[in-house]
């Protein structure tokens, strides 16, 4: 096997050669894409006690329950940033057609702005625990806009899912209490006592739910709102420059030594 400095020192012009085509190549497309700043906004779980009324009213069940939620919490929701309705109302309410230059306001251009955006985004769980959406976009002051926006719309979504379970309960209490104030006014007297203290109870129930849905308790805690980025996160032409000059030398050397073994072969 050749020497390394003998292998450079006999084919310099080839890996020369190898190592300027390739950078500039990948130059003309590093430097051919938009710069894309990125903007983050963080959240943790909150607590789900608060939409629990087991939980609210009883007061031996209260003091086991910490004011956040656990990273457990997050894995679903992480599940519903993969969901292209949060995109497509985000692209909605912003215009993302018009933002990407898809031309007028159509079915298929608000889906496909939609998937641009879903492209340039990413919904994950940190190693800390906190639900973190970044956004990446060449306009530097929509890039926190969007994902504030999709944050919201996680918050929103999960908010609703997690207050559907009482308003369904709230809403068959108040159907079986109308059922059953129906009977009481029909009712004997000895028999109405009795269907009015159930009356009681349902009045009772209806109230502590009533107060769980009406607070509609958040799913997130906003620890930080995305900001402004004053410089491009993406692409990151010198690192992929360099990347590149190294990988080309490192091909170009072994490209010479095959053609260094080939030769020697044949002498």
Do not use: C
């Not at 209806?206 to 997130?220: A, C, F, G, M, N």
């Not at 980025?229 to 190294?246: E, G, K, N, Y």
């Amino acid at each position: 096997m050749p020497d390394i400095f003998d292998l450079i020192k006999n084919w310099w012009k080839q890996v020369l050669l190898v190592v300027v085509v390739s950078l500039i190549v990948v130059g003309i497309i590093v430097y051919a894409k938009p710069l894309q700043y990125v903007s983050v906004t963080t959240a943790v779980p909150a607590s789900t006690y608060s939409s629990d009324k087991a939980k609210i009213f009883n007061d031996n069940v209260q003091q086991l329950y910490t004011a956040l939620g656990t990273p457990d919490d997050l894995d679903v929701i992480v599940g519903t940033g993969n969901l292209d309705t949060v995109y497509t109302v985000v692209a909605q309410n912003y215009n993302l057609w018009d933002h990407y230059k898809m031309g007028e306001k159509e079915a298929a251009a608000i889906s496909k702005a939609a998937s641009i955006l879903k492209k340039n985004s990413k919904v994950m769980k940190s190693e800390y625990g906190e639900l973190k959406v970044k956004v990446w976009d060449t306009d530097k002051e929509l890039a926190p806009q969007l994902a504030n926006s999709i944050m919201d719309q996680l918050q929103s979504i999960h908010q609703y899912l997690q207050g559907a379970g009482n308003e369904a309960t709230l809403k068959g209490l108040t159907s079986g209490r109308e059922r059953l104030k129906a009977k009481s006014d029909s009712a004997a007297q000895e028999k109405k006592i009795l269907l009015e203290e159930k009356l009681k109870q349902y009045d009772n129930l209806i109230t502590e739910y009533q107060l769980v849905v009406d607070s509609k308790p958040p799913v997130l805690v906003i620890v930080e709102k995305a900001k402004v980025s004053d410089w491009p996160d993406r692409p990151r032409r010198i690192q992929v420059l360099m990347a590149t000059a190294v990988l080309a030398f490192i091909f170009s050397l072994f490209l010479a030594l095959i053609l260094e073994k080939r030769k020697t072969t044949r002498k």
